[in-house]
């Protein structure tokens, strides 16, 4: 949806309340105040069938009756009158609509019906809608002035825009935004969601110039692969925080599928949010943390931070909080360690952290920031203060921002203990430094704004193509289909994947144990000799697997013993599978799970038995660029391993980031593909490539028999 019509949601030149009321607590009443003593800038017009006048304001009985145009409706009247009133506005040509009335979707059966009607009207005029059941619009312009929303106090205006999925807990977030001292642009409940999502506030605010940083609080992601094309695109003009509540299904079914006992965390969103670069915050009290940090202080250019401190113990948490968060501690220069030693008192110790004891006095804190803000391998400072009884916090406060003003570096303080009731707080944040009650906060928020920094830095990478065969990939799922099979054999498996150019080990399936000779001459020895049958999928469970196989009599005599031992099981078999010996490959596992939220979901891990025990997997949401799967790759704890330790070759790391950006291709090309675990991936040294040596690969039942390919279409 084009940033134009949301316009009309935002500057609109003048409002309709339709459902305005003369009774406080009323929520038409409240929002008719909200906007007449916040002073919206347009022209109001109330509308109510049974009053004359609202608050002085003259009424109108429907919004047909109103002489002159109106941008905006916001509709408050119950829920079936609501439709009715929609219809009137759509006649009168209104231009957007804000619906606060609730009894719509969230309350399933008659609800769902009357949504789809509201939006329908919607459709037919050509309105743009926000909610229904939502709690409204905010736009602090000075031009515009709008609050229809029926929050108890107004925010202070600023530079934070916030688009919320929880009306009752964004009115909250502002409220408490403004005890903060935080400013806002815009405001936007979503309600339901019906027309207007939250990847188009995205898009509108990411060319806002109002709009510095924006805060989001998201249920779930609409379409996530919008989401992640329009963060992407918006996190590079401004920084974008959002906390994110609710697990996700993909991430634990993803994570289920290939390790058994990953589940339960939230991955899935986690893939969206390194993809985008947006921030995420742990909680709303991070949300406010950071939201302070970015919307007061400049990015820092580096990691390197000092640590002032007037008590040892807060120091060294916060230390350790900045370790922990990617962030290194600045090396002083001599410069600066000899100007401190001449005035710091004797029991001060100066490297970083430093600490001035309580023995400091308010000169030599604010001499000891000054010197190390100025020191060039300083990168960023956090100015810690334990407020002890003799010196007044205020005063420190002032030495914190005054200091902090004349660097362009990025100060953080941390006033232990001290809130925004306290002198200190205010006097630091209405100065521009945000403050924070502990050292950790302040440390996390600065690690947030570093990793933006380097985001918005680096390098994105591009969407690559590939030349694939499509047209072969298609008949082998098409087979599968007509045979109602949901497990694709191990040959059509290999010939999927060579249709995608993704390599496997040489393989040939053969049904009777005589044809084996001929088969390992095919490939040459060393070969793999497995078994192949619908009850044979863990194989090496069954010792339906065997390895380095040198001659037609090795080969032969296992072909028996593994017949036996099945047979033994009543487990019947099919045939065998001749493969490919690959020696002294690093295992490795990559995988897809499709989410019917999220699509397909891309992992990549460390393979083999490993990765029960390590977890240590990443997952990756197409469409992926080549520096996405190449982060995929980097990310996982044991990836020093692929690139070479004690001695060992490096891996070849570009064949496997190619693997994963062809496997991305073929889940996109194919919505039928629902799981795919490649376990083991053998990948080989360095200009060796890698081999896919076994792969089970999991077909959806089918709704739509006839469809094989295609990508789903999705709202929002
Ligand atoms: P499953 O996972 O069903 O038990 P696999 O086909 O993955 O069976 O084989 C089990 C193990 O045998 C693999 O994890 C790998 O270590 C080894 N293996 C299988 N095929 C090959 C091969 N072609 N080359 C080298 N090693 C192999
Ligand atoms: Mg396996």
Request: aromatic content about 6%; overall charge neutral.
């Amino acid at each position: 949806m084009a940033g134009a019509r949301l316009d009309a949601v935002f500057s609109p030149r003048s409002i309709a309340v339709v459902g305005a009321s003369r009774h406080p607590g009323k929520i038409g009443y409240e929002i008719l105040r909200n906007l007449i003593v916040n002073e919206y800038q347009g022209i109001l017009y109330p509308v109510n069938p049974n009053a004359r006048s609202i608050h002085g304001i003259r009424a109108y009985p429907t919004v047909r009756d109103i002489p002159d145009p109106v941008d905006l409706a916001v509709i408050t009247v119950p829920a079936d009158l609501a439709i009715a009133a929609a219809e009137e506005c759509g006649r009168k040509g209104v231009r957007a609509l804000v619906v606060i009335t609730a009894g719509f979707r969230e309350i399933g059966g008659v609800g769902i019906e009357r949504e789809e009607r509201l939006l329908r009207i919607c459709r037919e005029h050509g309105m743009t809608m926000i909610g229904p059941n939502c709690m409204g619009v905010i736009n602090t312009h000075p031009e515009i002035r709008m609050d229809a929303t029926f929050a108890p106090t107004p925010p202070l205006p600023g530079g934070i825009s916030l688009v919320t999925q929880s009306g009752a807990l964004g009115i909250a977030i502002l409220e408490h935004a403004k005890s903060l001292g935080i400013g806002f642009a815009k405001f936007c409940s979503l309600g339901n969601k019906a027309q207007v999502s939250l990847n188009d506030l995205l898009e509108m605010w990411r060319s806002d110039s109002d709009s510095k940083i924006v805060l989001a609080y998201i249920e779930n992601f609409g379409n996530p692969a919008n989401f992640v094309r329009i963060g992407r695109a918006t996190t590079k003009e401004k920084p974008v925080i959002a906390v994110k509540s609710g697990r996700s299904e993909a991430g634990s079914r993803a994570a289920m599928s290939h390790t058994g006992s990953l589940g339960g965390s939230d991955l899935a969103a986690e893939a969206v949010f390194a993809q985008t670069g947006v921030l995420r915050a742990a909680s709303i009290e991070e949300l406010f943390d950071l939201a302070m940090a970015f919307s007061l202080q400049p990015l820092p250019q580096g990691n390197r931070v000092a640590v002032v401190s007037d008590a040892g113990g807060p120091a060294v948490m916060c230390v350790d909080e900045l370790v922990a968060q990617g962030l290194r501690l600045a090396e002083f220069s001599p410069a600066t360690d000899s100007f401190m030693r001449t005035w710091a008192p004797p029991e001060a110790s100066l490297r970083n952290p430093v600490d001035l004891t309580p023995q400091a006095s308010l000169e030599d804190y604010r001499q000891a920031l000054d010197a190390v803000l100025r020191d060039e391998g300083v990168d960023a400072a956090i100015a810690i203060y334990v407020p002890p009884v003799r010196i007044d916090e205020l005063e420190v406060a002032r030495a914190v921002w005054t200091t902090a003003k004349e660097h362009g570096k990025p100060v953080l303080a941390n006033f232990l203990g001290r809130s925004e009731e306290s002198p200190g707080f205010a006097e630091l944040v209405g100065h521009g430094v945000p403050s924070y009650l502990f050292p950790e906060s302040a440390a996390r928020s600065l690690a947030a704004m570093y990793r933006y920094a380097r985001y918005r830095k680096r390098d994105e990478g591009e969407l690559r193509t590939f030349r694939v065969d499509r047209a072969a990939a298609e008949g082998i799922l098409n087979r599968a289909r007509e045979e109602a099979r949901l497990h694709l054999r191990e040959d059509e498996a290999g010939a999927l994947l060579d249709a995608y150019g993704i390599r496997t080990a040489k393989a040939r399936a053969v049904r009777r144990i005589e044809d084996l000779g001929s088969a390992a001459a095919q490939i040459r020895y060393p070969v793999v000799l497995k078994a192949v049958g619908p009850g044979i999928v863990h194989k090496s469970e069954l010792q339906a697997v065997r390895v380095d196989l040198r001659n037609e009599k090795e080969l032969a005599d296992a072909a028996s013993q593994m017949e036996r031992h099945l047979r033994d099981q009543r487990i019947s078999i099919e045939g065998f599978l001749v493969q490919e010996f690959v020696k002294g490959g690093m295992e490795v596992v990559l995988g897809m799970s499709r989410d019917k939220v999220y699509g397909p979901f891309l992992l990549f891990g460390l393979g083999g038995v490993y990765v029960e025990y390590l977890k240590d997997v990443a997952f990756g949401l197409p469409p992926l660029t080549d520096r996405d799967a190449m982060r995929m790759i980097e990310s996982i704890r044991t990836y020093p391993m692929l690139r070479g330790v004690r001695g060992q070759a490096p891996r070849d790391v570009a064949a496997l980031q190619e693997g994963i950006l062809r496997l991305a291709a073929l889940v996109s090309d194919f919505d039928v593909i629902q799981e795919m675990d490649l376990n083991p991936v053998l990948a080989l040294e360095e200009g060796h490539g890698y081999r896919a040596v076994d792969a089970r690969i999991v077909l959806a039942p089918p709704t739509n028999p006839t469809a094989v390919g295609g990508i789903e279409n999705r709202t929002n």
